[in-house]
């Protein structure tokens, strides 16, 4: 079976093919980078880290992903005024912010993350260009905006299915200019109310860009005129996925062949936002969650599906993850070398799973049905197979960047070394032994007492029919290390 893609521009799940054997080149709409990241902002970049594992590793292609910051615009400015300092010293704290939050949960860096302030004078070309071709036009009025005219390009609508007949004024800029209110902003002019800083010299009159003009220019810079993949969350469709889809083709690029957009966090139902008050920060989350299970929440529903955020979830998302790694600990005392080493071959359910549209639900289902097998296999004394068990549920989970052992989580995260797990595995033993010589004594006052201490240490005990077992117990929720903490 093939990679199935959900195409939003078709509205169908389509084979996917890249233009260049072997190569993907895909574009994802980063953060405007006006505050500090939630988690609802989070998801897209965690939605398209697993899809980019899954085209490197599950199909050997060379991935570029290009992934911007949007560092001016509206909102940005109105941010830094009311905050009363410099526009870009906001921007910069916040991108620090995200990068730290992407960072923690263990998303890949990008090829390249442009910024849109480093990209004006390609900017400025693709406004010659559509002007030259008659799609933009510059404000008579002299204030040096730059529109796009939506009706010389008949196929504008076309990404989300809308006659432009049946949509609202275009509200991201001032209509003094504008031949239609449903013609967009490609270069705002500068106003006298905003800092000289924020403005930048153009054949138009100083100004600075409209946010549909900086994703096209960058994604043209880092991608070529044409590339594969564009995505993004699902509010970016209309208007700004739309209208870089049309400006860019008015232009005369290929541009984006797929178009891929993932679901929202949502809270009591409503989406997730500053201005509704129920953002949940990355920050402050990781000051009482593990970043892998907060990586893991977020990673588990389907990309396209709506993450409803109760105050359960991160608690089950950190049972989940402490299943998966209970059986690690259990399988790698069992290895020779004290490691687990990742399967060359995934389980052909987890392929069918992942290539179904990303299919995460289904291929988690494999991962925590082989958990089963492995700890079945453990407790009948079956090394071999709960080795094999634990190597597959390795390859399955860095796919999905919620590897317990991935270096990226510390050792605190997965296995200690090999001669600490030794040291720790005869001290427990030897406690064990002890118990189940009180037990056979029906002393059990004692047998408990041995149980009890080694639950104070963090120890869990499991009896099995072949014998006690056990794990390193995790309390529900941690603190978080300064050097894990953003």
């Not at 970049?45 to 292609?61: I, K, M, S, T």
């Not at 949509?167 to 006298?192: E, I, N, Q, V």
């Not at 509704?276 to 990781?286: D, F, I, P, Q, S």
């Not at 002393?443 to 794990?471: K, Y």
């Amino acid at each position: 079976m093939s990679l199935r893609l959900f195409d939003s521009a078709t509205r169908e799940l389509r084979d996917f093919t890249p233009r260049q054997a072997g190569k993907v080149g895909m574009y994802i709409c980063g953060l405007t980078t006006q505050g500090a990241p939630h988690i609802g902002h989070i998801r897209f970049a965690v939605a398209f880290d697993v899809l980019r594992r899954w085209l490197e590793a599950g199909h050997g292609y060379d991935v570029t992903l290009v992934r911007n910051v949007t560092d001016i615009d509206d909102k940005v400015l109105r941010k830094a005024a009311e905050a009363g300092e410099d526009w870009f010293a906001l921007t910069y704290r916040n991108e620090r912010l995200t990068g730290e939050a992407l960072d923690a949960l263990g998303v890949v860096p990008a090829t390249y993350e442009p910024r849109a302030t480093g990209h004006v004078p390609d900017m400025v070309t693709l406004m010659e260009t559509l002007i030259d071709k008659g799609h933009a036009y510059a404000a008579p009025d002299g204030s040096g905006d730059v529109y796009f005219d939506v009706r010389s390009w008949p196929d504008y609508g076309s990404l989300t299915g809308q006659s432009i007949d049946d949509m609202t004024s275009a509200d991201d800029a001032d209509p003094r200019g504008k031949r239609d209110p449903r013609d967009f902003a490609l270069w705002k002019g500068r106003k006298p109310d905003e800092p000289e800083s924020a403005s930048w010299p153009t054949p138009f009159g100083p100004g600075r860009p409209g946010w549909h003009l900086e994703c096209s220019a960058m994604a043209r810079r880092w991608l070529g005129d044409e590339f594969d993949i564009h995505g993004g969350g699902i509010d970016l469709r209309f208007p700004h996925h739309e209208n870089e889809q049309a400006q860019s083709r008015a232009a005369g690029l290929g541009f984006a062949r797929y178009w891929l957009h993932n679901a929202w966090v949502t809270v009591r139902g409503q989406k997730m936002g500053k201005s509704l008050g129920n953002a949940l920060e990355v920050r402050h989350l990781l000051e009482t969650t593990r970043p892998l299970v907060l990586r893991y929440y977020l990673t588990a529903a389907h990309y396209r599906s709506t993450i409803e955020f109760h105050p359960g979830s991160l608690e089950e998302a950190g049972a989940a993850v402490e299943r998966i790694e209970g059986f690690l600990e259990r399988a790698a005392r069992r290895s020779p070398s004290h490691e687990i080493v990742a399967a060359t071959e995934l389980p052909a359910d987890f392929v069918a799973s992942m290539d179904d549209d990303l299919g995460v639900s289904g291929a988690l289902a494999v991962v925590h049905e082989t958990v089963r097998a492995g700890n079945t296999a453990l407790d009948e004394d079956d090394d071999e197979a709960a080795l094999a068990a634990a190597s597959a549920v390795v390859a399955m989970t860095e796919i999905l960047g919620v590897n317990p052992l991935a270096a990226h989580w510390g050792s605190r995260d997965g296995l200690s070394d090999a001669a600490a797990e030794s040291a720790l595995e005869a001290l427990v033993r030897a406690q064990l032994d002890a118990r189940q010589a009180a037990r056979q004594e029906r002393d059990f006052e004692r047998a408990d007492a041995i149980r009890d201490t080694l639950a104070a240490a963090g120890i869990a005990i499991t009896d099995t029919p072949s014998g006690a077992q056990w794990s390193l117990a995790r309390p529900a929720a941690e603190t978080v290390t300064t050097e894990k903490k953003v």
